[in-house]
């Protein structure tokens, strides 16, 4: 009976673990949010120091490594074609390459492989920007094979499809929000992760014009008491919708003031302790409280900010919330009444594209050049350290069991020690 009980504490302790430790499942981490619960991930490298290895990339992309135990998963372009590599992470040696398919486009920082893969442990699932979506399992077999594109009409965003997919339960959420180039409808799809098969296809309609339907976000998850809801952010709103069905369960049409005909949106919305924030292009970015139906623009409405980030997405432990703007000025606010506690602070000069990443009461914001500079987190200001690589950098940091992976143009770093060997 003891050991028994033994036994089914670990196999419970286990996999949270797993998820909340150990792993880094898709590009916003095991919480989805940028937020990491691990102690001690290094603060201080450079390219050649405190490397525990590195693997040279054909190409730059803006998808973030994933990581499981043993296995990182890249999204790769190569020439005109598209990759999922999984990478042994003790030595960083490539386990096996799948072709994804081909069409690569290159649109100025843009190219097919932006969309990150999402795991779940067993099955490793990835979306070109050319629409090609399958599942594979950890010994590289193709398990399905969807051409979204083929099924469901051309992608018309003005800069090319870049939104990952988001993993729940027994299936995968993807968006296709776009209108610049097409007259046909925005709409969201439930995937069974299984079979690949679709099990629902909602349409998401928008009164946004010109460039401004096009979203290049990510969905979010968002629970609270027994409930879940899938939150999707473009063409001007922000909208909740029932996992199970699809349908829209509440939404806030005030992304776009001023019915601006260029407001796509880049940054992906970002949920904490039941708090929704959407960030739209800069201004405004709200903070919506959970849990309304129909309009819930001014009755959930928890604060709202002039100052949100243009494309990294933001990031916050529920307590307080931090943007990165792409010139990195960085803000701290209260993330639930928006009070700023310090803003317009200014970390070295460069262009932002990758999103911060918080863990152990520490920031990591990397620009393109790729810079990293480290943060104290809280409502004081402070630079612990800047770490240089020296090379072009789209991608968000990710953290996994004391390690931490970053992507740029040229290579694949693993930096620090493992914490579990």
Same mark, same amino acid.
């Given at each position: ?10 196999l ?9 430790a ?6 916003r ?45 890249l ?12 990478v ?20 100025r ?26 599942g ?11 051409e ?17 997919p ?78 199970a ?13 001023? =019915?601006?005909p ?5 940054? @992906? !919305?970002? +949920?904490? &302790? *039941?708090? #929704? ?5 800069v201004?405004?970015?709200l903070?919506?409280r ?15 900010t ?47 594209s990758?999103?911060?990443?918080l863990a ?12 990293t500079?480290?943060?104290k ?5 402070e630079?612990?350290?800047? =770490? ?7 991608s @968000? !940091?990710? +953290?996994? &069991? *004391?390690? #931490? ?6 290579y ?10």
């Open positions: 009976m003891r050991k028994s009980i033994l036994l089914g504490v670990v419970i302790a286990y996999p949270l673990t797993l998820v909340y150990d792993n880094w499942p898709q590009w981490g095991p919480e989805m949010n940028g937020v990491s619960r691990e102690k001690n991930p290094p603060a201080r490298w450079s390219s050649t120091e405190n490397i525990a290895w590195r693997i040279a990339l054909p190409s730059w992309s803006g998808s973030t490594p994933i990581i499981w135990g043993d296995r990182v998963f999204h790769v372009a190569d020439g005109d074609d598209l990759f999922l590599w999984c042994e992470r003790k030595q960083g040696a490539t386990l096996w390459k799948k072709r994804l398919g081909g069409g690569n486009v290159k649109m920082k843009q190219n097919m492989s932006s969309p990150s893969p999402v795991t779940d442990g067993k099955g490793v699932y990835v979306m070109t920007g050319t629409g090609n979506l399958k594979f399992d950890f010994g590289g077999r193709e398990l399905w094979s969807r979204i594109q083929k099924d469901y009409g051309q992608f018309g965003l003005n800069w090319g499809y870049a939104s990952s988001l993993l729940y339960g027994d299936s995968l959420y993807i968006q296709v929000l776009h209108g610049m180039n097409t007259d046909d409808p925005s709409y969201v799809l439930r995937i069974d992760k299984a079979t690949g098969k679709t099990a629902w296809r909602v349409e998401r309609p928008t009164s946004a014009i010109r460039e401004s339907p096009d979203s290049y976000t990510t969905p979010a998850l968002l629970s609270y008491g027994k409930t879940t809801e899938i939150v999707i952010t473009g063409g001007d709103r922000v909208t909740g919708h029932d996992p069905t699809g349908k829209e369960l509440w939404r806030a049409d005030t992304l776009n003031p001023d =019915n601006d260029f407001y796509r949106i880049v940054a @992906s !919305p970002v +949920i904490a &302790d *039941g708090v #929704i924030y959407a960030p739209s292009r201004r405004p970015l903070a919506l959970s849990g309304g139906r129909g309009d819930v623009a001014k009755s959930h409405l928890l604060w709202s002039p100052n949100g980030p243009d494309v990294p997405t933001p990031v916050t432990d529920g307590k307080y919330f931090y943007i990165v703007n792409d010139r990195g000025i960085v803000w701290c606010l209260d993330a639930k009444t928006g009070k700023e506690l310090y803003g317009q602070q200014r970390i070295a000069s460069g262009t932002y990758a999103s911060p990443v152990d009461g520490k920031i990591y914001i990397t620009n393109e050049d790729g810079l500079t480290v943060i987190a809280g409502p004081k200001f630079v612990l350290a800047e =770490n240089n690589l020296d090379d072009y950098c789209l @968000s !940091p990710a +953290i996994s &069991d *004391g390690q #931490i992976f970053i992507r740029t143009g040229k694949l770093y693993c930096i620090g020690k493992r914490l579990q060997a």
